[in-house]
Nanobody, 123 residues
Framework: QVQLAESGGGLVQAGGSLRLSCAAS????????MGWYRQAPGNQRELVAT???????NYADSVKGRFTISRENAKNTVHLQMNSLTPEDTAVYYC?????????????????WGQGTQVTVSS
């Protein structure tokens, strides 16, 4: 089994910064894409940013220029640096990973989610 452990959420004033981290552990052979999604009350879960194992990144238009995703492949960890936060960024942020897991003779790719970390931006 694979677990994703998120950290770094909290309460911050508008204009401030937060850094989220997510570490994957368990039966991992490799990780393809890792990323962050968020869900605000009453809204659907939406993509924030993703990054591949080769470092290619993709961002939602609403966070481009403010958020930066980075990855430490050796530690199976992904970070999200969030700057210039606004109240519209308030949401539960979820880590996501496309993991190659299983057994040495039987490997398969599966998507895993973290439990989420709350980010609240006050005005």
């Amino acid at each position: 089994q694979v677990q994703l452990a998120e950290s770094g959420g909290g309460l911050v004033q508008a204009g401030g910064s937060l850094r989220l981290s997510c570490a994957a552990s368990g039966s991992i052979f490799s990780i393809n894409a890792m990323g962050w999604y968020r869900q605000a009350p009453g809204n659907q879960r939406e993509l924030v940013a993703t990054t591949t194992s080769s470092g290619e990144s993709n961002y939602a238009d609403s966070v481009k220029g403010r958020f930066t995703i980075s990855r430490e492949n050796a530690k199976n960890t992904v970070h999200l640096q969030m700057n210039s936060l606004t109240p519209e960024d308030t949401a539960v942020y979820y880590c996501n990973a496309d993991v190659v897991t299983g057994f040495p003779s039987w490997r398969y790719s599966r998507e895993f989610w973290g439990q989420g970390t709350q980010v609240t931006v006050s005005s």
